[in-house]
């Protein structure tokens, strides 16, 4: 197998040299991911053609022509967003889901505790935890997308991601605690568990596999 870890280095070194003027910025981390995969691809195409690296990098760059142009669409956009009265809304909708989720998760505590100390059935007791459930991947998705002085705020996308994982794993216990109360058999608890535990294990360890590097003034 083929080794494009050097190729890699180089496009990755290509795209920062060509933006390292440009404030770090979400915008500009979601551009740099898509325009790496984008020459990449480009490259190993023409490799496959026939082309040696070296002629197909420069043949990827050609083809995809200047970046000055994005590059500077990039700083006008970062000086924008720096000037006062312009609201940072990613960090509001970030905080608003943050103490939505928290308010959420609690809100399914303390009903627990409460339908347990009523002598409610253990079906319905278990059932209040649906909010903890729903207030996990709520959590996940806000504390991802948030911006630090160290880190960018993470995709979007790949931030609704790690909030279904979550949810995923989250929804098998449930479904394994409720399906057992309800049944009183072991056997069906385990396999309702097993299909959302599974999918979320696999979809949180392909994206932690995956997730680039979010530090800010990486280079």
Do not use: W
């Not at 990039?74 to 509001?92: C, E, T, W």
């Amino acid at each position: 197998m083929t080794d494009n870890r050097p190729l890699d280095q180089r496009i990755r070194k290509y795209i920062d040299d060509a933006f390292r003027d440009v404030e770090p910025s979400q915008q500009l981390l979601d551009l740099k991911e898509e325009l790496t995969s984008n020459l990449r691809e480009k490259t190993l195409d023409l490799c496959r053609r026939g082309l040696d690296e070296e002629q197909a990098f420069r043949e990827a760059i050609a083809s995809m022509g200047s970046l000055s142009g994005l590059a500077e669409e990039m700083r006008s956009l970062s000086r924008k967003q720096s000037q006062p009265g312009h609201p940072a809304i990613d960090a509001h909708i970030s905080n608003i889901g943050l103490v939505l989720g928290v308010l959420l998760v609690l809100f399914g505590l303390f009903t627990l505790t409460m339908t347990y100390y009523m002598d409610m059935e253990p079906t319905s007791v278990a059932g209040t935890g649906i909010f903890i459930v729903i207030g996990g991947p709520v959590i996940t998705y806000s504390v991802l997308t948030r911006e630090t002085r160290r880190k960018q705020g993470m995709n979007r996308l790949r931030a609704f991601m790690h909030a279904v994982a979550v949810g995923l794993l989250l929804f098998g216990l449930f479904s394994a605690v409720t399906s057992r109360y309800a049944t009183g058999e072991m056997f069906i608890a385990i396999g309702a568990m097993m299909v959302f535990f599974l999918a979320g294990t696999g979809l949180l360890l392909y994206l932690l596999l995956t997730n680039p590097d979010r530090s800010k003034g990486c280079q």
